[in-house]
């Protein structure tokens, strides 16, 4: 009785893979979705050196943080870049008063937050690259937030859009998950490319006339809301 002959497997584009018999894997996967590891945060290690202004506060209506200092005491040069940070984290307690604490941060902060707009760019895009539903989801919120929370905050982010708006890109039609796996934004009734569209609006509207011809040339199938 005849054998068939053993079938190898090679790569693409490879000696191996002009001889007979063999195989030819297709292309790997980029990786464009896959989540990257989540570093040890400044505002982990603040909190667990108790140099945060903050407590848990246990409430009928669920958890709080409760601030032991005055916001116009705050140094918002320290403090907002540090919060902001801590939105790469996904674990209690340190997600809960990353996320809440921000929160509170630009609502109280006023005029005290322009100035501080640039040191907030490199935690904004830690956050997104981590290609972490939740965070992405808390982040693109707080970006939200972040332009309506003074005058020319929306102006001062335009510069960068380049740091920002890539992961944006690439997750912007990702609007149901592969496999049949929930993950956070489903949990939480939300959607991740809707979130990027509501943020890209928001850019639009806060940015300046030339806001969208700069989030055009990141993204570059983004419609404008304005026309």
């Keep these: 009785m005849k054998r068939s002959p053993t079938k190898l497997n090679a790569e693409g584009f490879t000696t191996k893979a002009n001889m007979k018999n063999v195989v030819v894997a297709g292309p790997r996967s980029a990786g464009a979705f896959r989540e990257r590891p989540i570093e040890p945060t400044n505002f982990r290690k603040a909190y667990e050196s108790g140099s945060l202004p903050i407590a848990l506060n ?9 601030w032991k200092v005055e916001f116009d005491k705050l140094d918002y040069h320290h403090f907002l870049p540090l919060f902001f940070d801590g939105l790469r984290e996904t674990v209690h307690p340190y997600e809960v008063f990353a996320r809440e604490g921000v929160h509170d941060l630009l609502k109280n902060g006023g005029s005290k937050i322009l100035p501080v707009v640039p040191q907030l760019i490199l935690p904004i895009r830690s956050a997104l690259n981590t290609r972490n539903h939740q965070v992405m989801c808390t982040t693109m919120k707080v970006l ?3 332009v309506m929370s003074a005058d020319m905050v929306g102006q001062a982010l335009m510069p960068y859009y380049r ?23 489903q949990h939480r009734q939300e959607n991740i490319g809707e979130l990027i569209q509501e943020t890209l ?10 806001a969208f011809r700069h989030i055009k040339s990141m993204v570059p199938t983004y419609q404008s809301c304005l026309l």
């Design 58 to 66: 246990h409430g009928r209506v669920g958890q709080k943080i409760a």
């Design 144 to 146: 939200q937030h972040l």
């Design 163 to 185: 740091q920002i708006l890539p992961v944006f890109n690439i997750f912007k039609n990702k609007h149901t998950n592969s496999g049949g796996e929930i993950d956070y934004s």
């Design 201 to 210: 609006q928001m850019l639009e509207r806060y940015g300046g006339e030339d």
